[in-house]
Each structure stands twice: as C-alpha cells, then as structure tokens.
C-alpha cells in the first residue's frame, strides 16, 4: 500500500525539495569560500604589514624609501583590519555554516521519502515532505545566491536498500573519509608554518646569528608565527575532524551489517544511518557557532584524554528548524 504513496508526478516533491537543499548548498560553498579568502587576506596583508614595518626601519639612510615602505606597511595593517572586521564577523560565519546545515537537513528529509520510512510511509507521505522542508526554512534569516559556484548533485534515483547503500552510504563514507583526511593534512601544515616561525623568531632573539639588522625581524617573526597559530584555530579543522571520523567509522559499521544480511528491519536501518549523519550535522554546526579559542582549547584537550580512549562528540545543538 505504502508503495502507491508516491506517483509520477508527486515525485516533484521530492524534488523540488532536493533542489531547494542544493541552493542551500550553492549559498553554503559560496559563503564558505568568501570566508576563506577573507581569512587568507587577512593574514597575507597583516604578515606584510609587519615586513614592511620592520623593512622601513632598516632604511633609514634612504628616507624617500623608507616613507614609501612606511606608507605600504600602514596600508597593509589597515586593510587587514577592514577585511577581519567586514568580512570575518560572526555573521558571515554563522551564515554559511547554518545554510551547510540546512540543505543536509533538506537531504536527510528526501532520503528518508524515498526510502518509504516513516514519517513518510502513509497516504500523506507528498504533504509530509513539502510541509517538513517548510518548518526547516521557516524565520532563517539566510540568503539564498544566483551565482553558479558548484555543480549540483544530480537527484538520487533510489527506491531500494540496495540504492540506498550504494548512493547514500557509500557516498557519505567517502565524503566523511576525504574530508577528515584533508584537515589531517591541512592541520599538519599550518603546525609546521607556525613552529618554523616561532623557532626562526627564537633563535634571531638569542642572538644565534649576529646582525645589525636581524633583530628587527624577531618581532614580525612572532607576530607571523602568532597569526598562523590563530589562522589553523579560526579555520575549525581540530575541533571537527574526529568528528568526520566518527561518522564515517559509524557508517562504515552500518554498510558492513548490510552487506553481512544482517539489516532485517528497513525503516530502523535507514533511520540509523541517517541518525549519525544528523547527529554529524548537528555537532559540526555547534563547533561553528564556538568562538575558535573555546573550539581549540577542547581539541587540546581531547589529544591530551587519548589515553583514555576516543572522546565522543557530543550533539551540542537542536536541529535546524527544530
């Protein structure tokens, strides 16, 4: 009876569901990666504010030189300030963090449709759909953008569990995978940025190497190292990682039941698997709403309890529309 719900043309709603979470996905990618290249600017500029800085005082015999690089220095440092405080606020980063959120709550809703579980498993099943992906954009207070930034993903065509763990899981593992691995190695690096500036800054200010003109690198050496270390904090990578590898370490459990026949009750399979995708969802849009230091300070933590074992992240925020 269940299998009736849906017909030809009540399959738009699901549709247009989905497509209304790939628009929430185009604004998310859009907001996420103005923020990154206003974050980079930001430290570029301030980096060279500090050489420029330091450069000008080793000219003083050249004061033309020396007032022109004065001139660059200041400008560097203002326009860093204006980018960190226009583009960098709170606002920016709640937005496209929540619009992230929100079209994976928009997936979550098709998938469990086209599973035919419930809620979507009675004559009402078209309405259902359309009045949920309602209540999850009701008052967000988030735009939408024109721009074509991403390719968006073509609509799942599944209707057995067989689909579902091919298409659903099997993409989710390897997205939580890459993703996971990625900020390792993005992690890594930026580590390694901020030590080889922290240490060049400490063995200029021991006097190592003598130069007249060295020790007035030592504090741009610092302040680069310092802005670095901020960077990798205000970037989130630490604080979300283990939760990428939780979701996937889950997941790859839940398709490994499947494939083993041990999956005998479809609606509570599928609910599984889309609990710990939530339960993902919800925790990493909780770390974004984290000041970074608070975000970084619990990281730190966390390496220091790992002899005690892997700490859980915790669901730290209700559902979007909730």
């Not at 430290?43 to 504010?49: H, I, P, S, V, Y």
């Not at 004061?63 to 220095?73: C, F, I, M, Q, T």
């Not at 860093?80 to 709170?90: K, S």
């Not at 990493?284 to 984290?290: N, S």
Request: charged share 20%; proline share 5%; net charge positive.
């Amino acid at each position: 009876m269940a299998s009736s719900v849906w017909s030809s043309a009540a399959a738009g709603e699901q549709r247009e569901v989905w497509r209304q979470a790939e628009e929430w996905a185009a604004a998310a990618d859009l907001g996420k990666r103005s923020v990154l290249r206003a974050r980079a600017a930001a430290l570029l500029l301030g980096t060279a504010g500090a050489a420029l800085g330091a450069l000008g005082g080793t000219l003083a015999g050249t004061p033309k030189a020396a007032r022109l690089v004065g001139l660059a220095s200041a400008v560097a440092v203002v326009l860093a300030g204006f980018i960190g405080r226009e583009f960098l606020g709170d606002a920016q980063e709640l937005a496209w963090s929540r619009a992230r959120a929100l079209a994976e709550a928009l997936r979550r809703e098709v998938w469990l449709s086209l599973m035919r579980v419930p809620p979507y498993d009675g004559f009402e099943a078209a309405s259902t759909i359309l009045q949920a992906a309602e209540s999850l954009q009701q008052n967000t207070g988030l735009r939408r953008t024109a721009l074509a930034v991403r390719t968006p993903a073509p609509f799942p065509e599944a209707t057995t569990l067989e689909d579902y763990a091919r298409l659903r899981l099997d993409g989710q593992i390897a997205y939580y995978s890459a993703v996971w691995r990625g900020a390792d190695r993005r992690t890594r690096r930026w580590r390694v940025a901020a030590a080889i500036l922290a240490g060049a800054a400490t063995i200029l200010g021991l006097g190592v190497i003598t130069s007249p003109v060295l020790p007035a690198w030592v504090p741009v050496l610092t302040t680069a190292a310092a802005a670095t270390a901020a960077h990798l904090r205000a970037l989130r990578l630490e604080a979300v990682l283990p939760l990428y590898q939780e979701a996937e370490h889950q997941l790859r459990l839940k398709r490994t039941a499947f494939d083993g026949g041990h999956v005998t009750q479809r609606a509570a399979f599928v609910h599984a698997c889309e609990d710990i995708m939530s339960r993902e969802n919800q925790s990493w849009r909780a770390e974004w709403k984290r000041p970074p230091a608070d975000a970084a300070a619990e990281a730190d933590g966390d390496r220091d309890r790992a002899g005690e074992g892997p700490a859980r992240p915790a669901t730290k925020s209700p559902p979007i529309g909730a």
